[in-house]
C-alpha cells in the first residue's frame, strides 16, 4: 500500500506545498543565477528514471554556459567551469530545488536513488544488481546521506539497494531528516568528488608507507 499509493501521495502533496512556499526564494534565485552568468536560469539534463526509463531533470545552473555535458567527476578541473553563485548553491543542494517540479510530475520521488545520468552505464550496471532501477528516483535518499558526492559507484549502488529492500515509510523518514542534517553540514560535498573516500584512504595508506620507510633509513 504505501509504495503503490501513499509514497506518491505524500510526493504530491510535500512537492505542490514545496513549490508554492519556495516559488519567491526560487524567483530570486532565477534573478541572479541570471545576473552571475548571462543564459537560462534552469538546466535541463537526461536522466534515468525508473525503469531505465528517461527524463529531463531540472536544476538552477551552476555551471558556465560553455561546460561539457559530462558528470562533474570527469572534468579536469571543475571549479573553472561554477558561476560564481554556483558554488554556492551546490553546497547548500539549493540548485536541486527545480526538482520539486519532476517530483509533482511523477518523474522523481523525493525519497529514492538519485538519478543517473544517461550515460552512467556503470552506476545503471551496478544498480541493476540490486533492482534499484526498478523503483523511482529521488530528490535524496539513503546514499546521499552516508556519503553523497564522496562514494565510489559499488558503495552508491549498494547503499541504493539497501533503500529499495528496506523502503517504507519510518525508513523515508530516516532519509528525509537525514538529508537535513547533512544539507546543514554540508556533509560529503565535493566537486568532482566521486570515490572521494577510497582515494583519502589511499592517499593515507601511502603517507604512512613513506613515512615508515623514512624512519627505516
Wanted: aromatic share 10%; charged share 25%.
Amino acid at each position: 500500500m504505501y509504495k503503490r499509493f501513499v509514497k506518491r501521495l505524500i510526493d504530491i502533496v510535500l512537492s505542490f506545498l514545496g513549490i508554492v512556499v519556495l516559488l519567491l526564494p526560487m524567483l530570486i534565485l532565477i534573478a541572479v543565477i541570471k545576473i552571475s552568468d548571462p543564459g537560462p536560469a534552469f538546466f535541463k539534463q537526461k536522466r534515468v528514471g525508473q525503469g531505465k526509463t528517461y527524463f529531463k531533470l531540472i536544476k538552477f545552473r551552476s555551471m558556465k554556459m560553455n561546460t561539457p555535458d559530462i558528470p562533474t567527476h570527469l572534468l579536469e578541473n571543475p571549479d573553472q567551469y561554477i558561476t560564481s553563485i554556483g558554488k554556492f548553491l551546490r553546497k547548500t543542494s539549493l540548485d536541486e530545488l527545480p526538482q520539486l517540479f519532476n517530483i509533482f510530475v511523477g518523474h522523481m520521488s523525493i525519497i529514492g536513488p538519485r538519478p543517473a545520468l544517461w550515460n552512467q552505464d556503470d552506476l545503471v550496471a551496478e544498480r541493476d544488481k540490486y533492482g534499484a532501477n526498478d523503483v523511482k528516483p529521488g530528490l535524496t535518499g539513503w546514499a546521499q546521506i552516508n556519503g553523497r558526492d564522496e562514494l565510489e559507484i559499488p558503495l552508491k549502488a549498494k547503499l541504493d539497494g539497501e533503500y529499495v529492500e528496506k523502503m517504507s515509510f519510518l525508513f523515508d523518514c530516516k532519509c528525509f531528516f537525514g538529508t537535513i542534517t547533512a544539507v546543514l553540514k554540508s556533509d560529503g560535498v565535493v566537486e568532482g568528488g566521486t570515490g572521494e573516500i577510497k582515494k583519502a584512504e589511499e592517499a593515507a595508506a601511502e603517507a604512512a608507507e613513506a613515512e615508515k620507510e623514512t624512519a627505516e633509513l
